[in-house]
T-cell receptor
Framework: AQTVTQSQPEMSVQEAETVTLSCTYDTSESNYYLFWYKQPPSRQMILVIRQEAYKQQNATENRFSVNFQKAAKSFSLKISDSQLGDTAMYFCAFMAGSGNTGKLIFGQGTTLQVKP | NAGVTQTPKFQVLKTGQSMTLQCAQDMNHEYMSWYRQDPGMGLRLIHY???????DQGEVPNGYNVSRSTTEDFPLRLLSAAPSQTSVYFCASSYRAGRTDTQYFGPGTRLTVL
């Protein structure tokens, strides 16, 4: 069974600085997909970034980038130039590449507060 | 295009009562699913559907029923509510059950069972 672990329940960062959120996962699959979702106080789940395991290049989306270490089963999210609107809970999620079921397995979440 | 809608936004039930959480999408998505979110546990999959007439169980299906009679709607039924079902419930949909398809989430329903 796959598991996703986020070991940082809460983090804070000063506005304009950079912060990295950690995520590790466990799987025996060779092909899979990893995601970071953002949940602001509005409760809406928003996809931030996606990484395909067979791609060696780390995904980037504007100020958001990942450090994907397949051998270490690590998938961290770096937020550059943090903004007040980045304050949210962030979830790391895994989806297996086999069996076309679309099941997402989520980590416990990390609450990020961006301070002015 | 309303995306994924959920009703109600909030609900309080007494133990033993039944109710249906509604989920609808207007994007002609084949894949729909229900998750529950509990503090410290992230989101966990309850049930999912890969198309009209097809449903299957997720990680935590006990106490919940689903059906998918149309592409647009995927209601979640609690037959006899229990305090352990107090949670925030999210419905999600995607074009197909594929990894490259972005899953869109509804705004959630906060359910309290007394």
């Amino acid at each position: 069974a796959q598991t996703v672990t986020q070991s940082q329940p809460e983090m804070s960062v000063q506005e304009a600085e950079t912060v990295t959120l950690s995520c590790t996962y466990d799987t025996s699959e060779s092909n899979y997909y990893l995601f970071w979702y953002k949940q602001p106080p509005s409760r809406q789940m928003i996809l931030v970034i996606r990484q395909e395991a067979y791609k060696q290049q780390n995904a980037t989306e504007n100020r958001f980038s990942v450090n994907f270490q397949k051998a270490a089963k690590s998938f961290s999210l770096k937020i550059s130039d943090s903004q007040l609107g980045d304050t949210a809970m962030y979830f790391c999620a895994f989806m297996a590449g086999s069996g076309n079921t679309g099941k997402l397995i989520f980590g416990q979440g990390t609450t990020l507060q961006v301070k002015p | 295009n309303a995306g994924v809608t959920q009703t109600p936004k909030f609900q309080v039930l007494k133990t033993g009562q039944s109710m249906t959480l509604q989920c609808a999408q207007d994007m002609n998505h084949e894949y729909m699913s229900w998750y529950r979110q509990d503090p410290g546990m992230g989101l966990r999959l309850i049930h999912y559907s890969v198309g009209a007439g097809i449903t299957d169980q997720g990680e935590v299906p006990n106490g919940y029923n689903v059906s998918r009679s149309t592409t647009e709607d995927f209601p979640l039924r609690l037959l006899s509510a229990a305090p352990s079902q107090t949670s925030v419930y999210f419905c999600a949909s995607s074009y197909r059950a594929g990894r490259t398809d972005t899953q869109y989430f509804g705004p959630g329903t906060r359910l309290t069972v007394l």
